[in-house]
């Protein structure tokens, strides 16, 4: 990304794919690196037991939710599940003006929004190997009721189909190699 001055910016970074396809862990990992920092996304869901506010999410009210969205301060945001998440504008400007590679753990409808309004943005999609570890990663995450994993799958399903928007596709099959792809896709090889 460029901007007015020629000056080179940072990069956009969409990171989607079916709950349980290991994208936290991923973007997790990528954020050890000093130029790459990751979106805190505010959220109206409860916290999880091990979620810290302002770290994870920001968790929010329904109204707080609405009051952002009324003052443009997100540059996506989308309903899953129920539970309204968004990206603040804000962070993410900054990011890129200082030169960081600048993560968004997101879902297909707020990508689509981002990809529309940043053409520039960087859009990779994680795969699971195959369904059945699909199943396994989020039953075994023990944090999901049995209900919501079904619906999970179902999303998951769905945004397989549509993952054709994103630029790059990756198997999440070995983390490390997974994550040497996105960093030869990011340039981030030192
Ligand atoms: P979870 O509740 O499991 O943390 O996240 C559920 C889904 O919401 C995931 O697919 C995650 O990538 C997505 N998500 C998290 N933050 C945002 C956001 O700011 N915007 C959108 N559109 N999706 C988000």
Do not use: W
């Not at 939710?65 to 899953?80: G, M, N, P, Q």
């Not at 189909?161 to 996105?182: A, F, G, P, W």
Request: aromatic residues 6%.
């Amino acid at each position: 990304m460029s901007n007015d001055n020629g000056k080179t910016n940072g990069k956009l970074v969409i990171i989607s794919g079916p709950s349980g396809s290991g994208k936290t862990t991923i973007c997790r990992e990528l954020a050890k690196d000093p130029r790459v920092r990751v979106s805190v996304s505010v959220t109206t869901r409860p916290p999880r037991s091990q979620e810290v506010n302002g770290q994870d999410y920001y968790f929010v009210s329904e109204r707080e939710f609405e009051k952002k969205i009324k003052e443009a301060s997100f540059v996506e945001h989308a309903r899953y599940l129920g539970t309204l998440y968004g990206t603040l504008r804000k962070p993410l400007e900054e990011a890129i003006e200082q030169g960081l590679i600048y993560l968004l753990e997101i879902d297909i409808q707020g990508a689509l929004q981002v990809i529309e309004g940043y053409p520039d943005a960087i859009s990779i999609f994680i795969l699971p190997p195959e369904e059945n570890v699909l199943k396994k990663r989020l039953t075994g995450r023990n944090t999901d009721k049995e209900l919501d994993i079904t619906k999970r799958l179902e999303i998951a399903k769905g945004e397989l189909q549509s993952s054709s928007r994103y630029k790059y596709h990756v198997v999440n099959d070995k983390l490390e190699e997974t994550l040497d792809e996105i960093c030869r896709i990011l340039e981030l090889k030192n």
